[in-house]
C-alpha cells in the first residue's frame, strides 16, 4: 500500500515558476515509476513526465526544456519544477506511482490533485 500526498499547487504569471511535490508513505521501497499527469477542463488526462526508480526520465514534447521531474529519496518525495510557465499549462495535476505488492501485482496510487493556473 502507497499513499500519496500532493502539494505546491497555486496561480503563476505566464514566464514564471512553480514547484509541485508528491510525499509518499507506505511501502516506498515498491514503487517502480513516479509520474505527474495533469487534465485541462474539457480534456482527458495525460502524461507529463515520469522518472525510473533508477533516475531515468522522460517527458512529453510540450514540456520538455522547462519543466524537470526529480526524486529525494530521504525525504520519500518527488517533485515536478516548473520553469516558464504558460497559460496551456492550466490544469490539475496529479502524481501517481506505479508499485508492484507483495505478491508482485501492479498497482497505481494517486495523489488528490492540486490546481496550477496561469492567466493569459
Known amino acids: 500500500q502507497v499513499q500519496l500526498v500532493e502539494a505546491g499547487g497555486g496561480l503563476v504569471q505566464a514566464g514564471g515558476s512553480l514547484r509541485l511535490s508528491c510525499t509518499s508513505s507506505?511501502?516506498?521501497?515498491?514503487?517502480?515509476?513516479r509520474n505527474w499527469y495533469r487534465q485541462a477542463p474539457g480534456k482527458q488526462r495525460e502524461l507529463v513526465a515520469t522518472i525510473s526508480s533508477g533516475g531515468r526520465t522522460n517527458y512529453e514534447d510540450y514540456v520538455k526544456g522547462r519543466f524537470t521531474i526529480s526524486r529525494d529519496n530521504a525525504d520519500n518525495t518527488w517533485y515536478l519544477q516548473m520553469n516558464n510557465m504558460k497559460p496551456e499549462d492550466t490544469a490539475v495535476y496529479y502524481c501517481?506511482?506505479?508499485?508492484?505488492?507483495?505478491?508482485?501485482?501492479?498497482?497505481?496510487?494517486w495523489g488528490q490533485g492540486t490546481q496550477v493556473t496561469v492567466p493569459p
Open positions: 501517481a506511482a506505479l508499485y508492484k505488492s507483495n505478491w508482485g501485482l501492479e498497482y497505481t496510487s
Open positions: 507506505g511501502n516506498i521501497f515498491s514503487i517502480k515509476i
